[in-house]
């Protein structure tokens, strides 16, 4: 359950709610699995995220309305309610899941919306890109989605336990808490996405699964979304065993940044490698996602153009 309060400064509270708070009770009775109601100056909305932003959006198009207008009538309200309901449905199209806090998770560039459209229709797919364009954060999105639907049974998420800069034998803990660090960016996309006791649930149950890709060895993975990130620091072999344990009716995403390969200098990038074997394999979809995509702080997008001009004059 969510609570959003909207503030109305500067209106003539009974012109604006109408009699006995009329155009509002309009508003609530077109929204009843939300809680509407008006005290004072506040409205007051509670319930799920999704029908509290389309709420918060009906109701500043009426006080626009009524700000442009001077007045406002019950056939006012209707007539947006009715717009806001046609909206909703299109908005719906697109929005991926609700987040834990009421947040929309949808794709917000046309490359992560070509990444959404290849995973529909490819049951292997890879996304490159440097970080912060989102590949990761929408392919774990979609994978939760999957098992809302229950379109899968279970979620398997990996990433290869590479260390960058660091020796994982001499950090302190047992295996899981050594690898944790590594898994990281993965537990904090889900929880973005699963409210804290379910995602509990989920992970004791093994519903959702989050291990470093040796885990993976000797297995046959069905009935799963499964998510391999930071591909880029898999060797040939361990990449080609990832991809030989997909089973019947799984999705497969495989995310990487051959930008940023982990891996000693003579070790080939098993990402880079598949790319390249596997181009003229059917059934496999591929998007590339850049600095226009990146949905970070403003100024990653000028870090990355840095980087990238420092390479290229290296080549």
């Known amino acids: ?12 509270l009974i012109d604006f709610l109408g009699v006995e708070n009329e155009n509002i009770k309009t508003v609530a009775s077109a929204f009843p699995k939300s809680k509407v109601v008006s005290r004072g100056n506040e409205i007051r909305i509670q319930g799920e995220g999704s029908e509290i932003l389309k709420i918060n959006d009906v109701l500043n198009a009426l006080m ?13 309200v209707q007539e947006y309610i009715d717009m806001g309901k046609v909206e909703l449905q299109k908005q719906e199209q697109e929005v991926l899941i609700y987040g834990t806090r009421g947040f929309v998770i949808k794709p917000k560039t046309q490359n992560q919306i070509n990444l959404v459209e290849k995973v529909k229709n490819n049951d292997l797919v890879f996304a490159l890109g440097p970080a912060g364009t989102g590949k990761t954060y929408i392919s774990v999105a979609m994978a939760v989605q ?22 994982l034998g001499f950090l302190p803990g047992d295996l899981k808490e050594k690898l944790d660090p590594y898994l990281r960016p993965i537990y904090d996309a889900l929880m973005d996405m699963v409210p804290s006791e379910k995602l509990r649930y989920y992970q004791e149950n093994n519903i959702i699964e989050i291990a470093p890709l040796a885990y993976m060895r000797g297995r046959t993975l069905n009935h799963a979304f499964i998510l391999l990130d930071e ?11 990832f991809l030989t344990r997909m089973g019947p009716n799984s999705k497969v995403i495989v995310t990487g940044d051959l930008s940023q390969i982990d891996l000693p200098k003579k070790q080939k990038s098993g990402l880079k490698d598949a790319i390249g074997i596997l181009k003229k394999v059917k059934g496999i979809g591929y998007v590339e996602l850049g600095r226009k995509d990146v949905v970070r702080h403003r100024i990653v997008k000028d870090i990355i153009d840095a980087y990238e001009e420092i390479e290229e004059s290296n080549d």
Request: zero cysteines; proline letters at 3%; hydrophobic letters at 40%.
């Open 146 to 167: 999957a098992l809302k639907n229950k379109e899968v049974r279970k979620i398997i998420i990996t990433r290869p336990a590479v260390e960058a800069g660091e020796t």
């Open 64 to 76: 626009h309305h009524f700000n442009k207008f001077g007045s406002l009538n019950a056939d006012n």
């Open 1 to 12: 359950m969510v609570e959003k309060v909207i503030t109305l400064e500067n209106i003539s």
């Open 231 to 241: 591909a880029q620091n898999t060797t040939p072999m361990q990449l080609k065993m």
